[in-house]
């Protein structure tokens, strides 16, 4: 997103500019501060804590040296193309940093055994040390992103955070069959009735079959658990490349507006992460019917089903279905082969899973429209196939 969307903005030549490491070896942003250099006094941040020095750097004022390539605040791969600038590589890796201290916490939330076809965190360190890792995570995650200097950024990245805590609670009142709040309606509320005819309809409330706001709790959570990271994120990498709206920012790089070609950009490039990660989520629902645990890379095979989880295909199925499939749904697939006699109903006796896939095929969709927003790249293209790829991947 960062290749497709610099050197659109206006404010591009100031924040290259603020970007360049010198001649000399110092840096011109934020007065000499790069984003490895920290805003507080490094005795403050590493008082009585020496583990940290090999992070932070030693106690006392830093000593000028040169630039490794990761520390440069510019760099481009072949030196003409437009380049990324380090923010943008940092705004990645807390990305990532977030993204897997969220998979530390699941994996023990889940009680999962496996995570990419290796032994998850708590079944190799237990529970403690897996929580422990993931806070740590975004205890660091927190502080680069600080020192991104970017306060639309942070308020972005930061409410991910809470976004991530939000859909696990969203997941652990449905699995315990607690009351939530209504869900409010999403841009596809409509779709639950467009792939229903109306007799399907009617046989679904006759039987006590799913309801709208079942669905919508279900698009909501997915939201919240994986697309609120990706689209976020994407929307921080325009942000950082000069189409800050922070009031905190440099005036000569400030714009304030909500709306116009600045706006229209921002705005792609979250539409564009949100609706990938909707497309990813439901996908992942319908390969926990498809895949095993050896092509998948961690428990398989219903594994939603075993957590009490009604996804996508669950929903749809159920629809089609009626009270057979209702009544497994009810009782959390708790009962004697209750989770087997679902995925032979889901994947023999529904369209399930094709609803699923097509959902899915319709995120992405939204999600290459947005891409149109912004002049033809090499990189667009390659957003592009990565949208189109996440419908076809088997694992």
Request: hydrophobic share 40%; glycine share 10%; charged share 20%.
């Amino acid at each position: 997103m960062a290749k497709a969307t610099n050197g659109l903005s206006p404010n591009w030549d100031a924040v290259l500019a603020r970007s360049q490491v010198t001649a000399e070896g110092t840096k011109a942003i934020e007065g000499d501060m790069g984003i490895d250099e920290p805003l507080s006094p490094r005795e403050v941040l590493n008082d009585f804590n020496p583990h940290m020095e090999s992070i932070e750097g030693l106690l006392g004022p830093a000593t000028p040296s040169g630039h490794t390539q990761q520390q440069r605040l510019v760099s481009s791969d072949d030196g003409q193309s437009v380049p990324i600038l380090a923010t943008q590589r940092r705004l990645a890796e807390i990305t990532e940093m977030i993204h897997v201290a969220s998979l530390l916490h699941d994996d023990v939330i889940d009680a999962s055994s496996l995570r990419r076809g290796e032994p998850s965190a708590p079944a190799a360190f237990g529970n403690k040390l897996s929580i422990l890792g993931g806070d740590f995570l975004l205890g660091r995650a927190s502080v680069a992103l600080a020192r991104l200097r970017d306060n639309e950024v942070v308020e972005l990245l930061a409410t991910v955070i809470a976004n991530l805590v939000e859909g696990e609670v969203m997941q652990l009142r449905a699995q315990s069959g607690a009351e939530s709040t209504a869900p409010s309606k999403s841009a596809f509320s409509t779709f639950w009735q467009q792939q229903a005819t109306p007799a399907q309809q009617d046989a679904s409330a006759a039987a006590g079959g799913p309801t709208e706001a079942m669905f919508e709790h279900y698009m909501q959570k997915t939201y919240l658990k994986t697309a609120a990271l990706i689209g976020k994120s994407a929307r921080a990498s325009v942000i950082l490349g000069g189409f800050s709206s922070s009031p905190l920012s440099s005036s000569s790089l400030s714009s304030r507006s909500g709306s116009g070609p600045e706006a229209s950009v921002k705005d792609a490039a979250y539409s564009y992460g949100r609706n990938v990660g909707m497309a990813f989520q439901l996908i992942d629902d319908v390969l926990d019917f498809k895949s095993t645990s050896a092509a998948f890379g961690k428990p398989s095979g219903g594994a939603d089903l075993r957590l009490g989880l009604a996804t996508a295909p669950v929903l749809f199925a159920w629809q089609e279905i009626g009270h057979k499939l209702g009544e497994l749904v009810h009782r959390k697939f708790e009962g004697p082969g209750d989770v087997e006699k679902a995925l032979g109903l889901v994947q023999n006796q529904s369209t399930g899973l094709q609803r699923t896939e097509e959902l899915a095929k319709q995120h992405v969709q939204l999600a290459i429209d947005a891409l149109h927003t912004l002049p033809w790249t090499e990189a667009r293209d390659g957003l592009q196939g990565l949208a189109e790829q996440v419908i076809n991947r088997i694992k």
